[in-house]
């Protein structure tokens, strides 16, 4: 078990430009969240994959914002046209379907993007 | 919509004292699950210890406990023996039961004293 990796660990961007974020889950785990957190803040959601149909996404989510998950696996968040209120870290985290109410999610190290 | 306060931006212990950390939760269902994440510089999010509404016992891992009052929606964290490893941002969290969305608390950063 090599736990949830995130790649990359740091990006830096110009605003305007569009940037492509990678999420590697747990393998045995069907669960995919994307979480995102501003400096002095708790994660907040951004959305939810099961296996690789995405079932929920917050407003937090603009227009500018897409997440995919081909074949239930690896998934990458995308964001065009960024803006310097996109700067934060991007955590993503996996979990196996609850099991006794089991509930856990396994965070990865995390994206930080800042936006210059 | 479920809220989470942790009401301690800041807190410190000296090492091998204890400490608990404060968490208050807003919600309107019967079946939920309260979290209290740890997240030390620069390294990922762990899980510290997760608490199920309808159990009554406190859950307990090692040195860490919780103190689940559900009436008063109050779910605090007692780190017991601290040491310098403790050293982190915690964040008490919740979801109610067949959501996937965890509701985080702002955090409250541990700063432990040798």
């Known amino acids: 078990d090599t736990g949830v990796s995130q790649d990359p660990r740091h990006k830096i961007t110009k605003r305007g430009q569009n940037v492509t974020f990678r999420c590697d889950p747990i393998?045995?785990?069907?669960?995919l969240y994307w979480y995102r957190q501003t400096l002095g803040q708790g994660p907040e959601f951004l959305t939810y994959?099961?296996?690789?149909?995405?079932?929920?996404k917050s407003r937090l989510l603009s227009d500018r914002f897409s997440a995919e998950r081909p074949k239930g696996s690896f998934s990458t968040l995308e964001i065009q046209r960024t803006e310097q209120g996109d700067s934060a870290m991007y955590l993503c985290a996996s979990s196996s379907s609850p099991d006794g109410g089991s509930y856990e999610q396994y965070f990865g190290p995390g994206t930080r993007l800042t936006v210059t | 919509a479920q809220t989470v306060t942790q009401s301690q931006p800041e807190m410190s212990v000296q090492e091998a004292e204890t400490v608990t950390l404060s968490c208050t939760y807003d919600?309107?269902?019967?079946?939920?699950?309260l979290f209290w994440y740890k997240q030390p510089p620069s390294r990922q999010m762990i899980l510290v210890i997760r608490q199920e509404a309808y159990k009554q016992q406190n859950a307990t891992e090692n040195r860490f406990s919780v103190n689940f009052q559900k009436a008063a929606k109050s779910f605090s964290l007692k780190i017991s023996d601290s040491q310098l490893g403790d050293a982190a941002m915690y964040f008490c969290a919740h979801i109610r039961g067949g959501s996937e969305k965890l509701v985080f608390g702002k955090g409250t950063k541990l700063t432990v004293n040798p």
């Open positions: 994959f099961q296996n690789e149909a995405q079932l929920e």
């Open positions: 393998s045995e785990h069907n669960r």
């Open positions: 919600t309107s269902e019967s079946d939920y699950y």
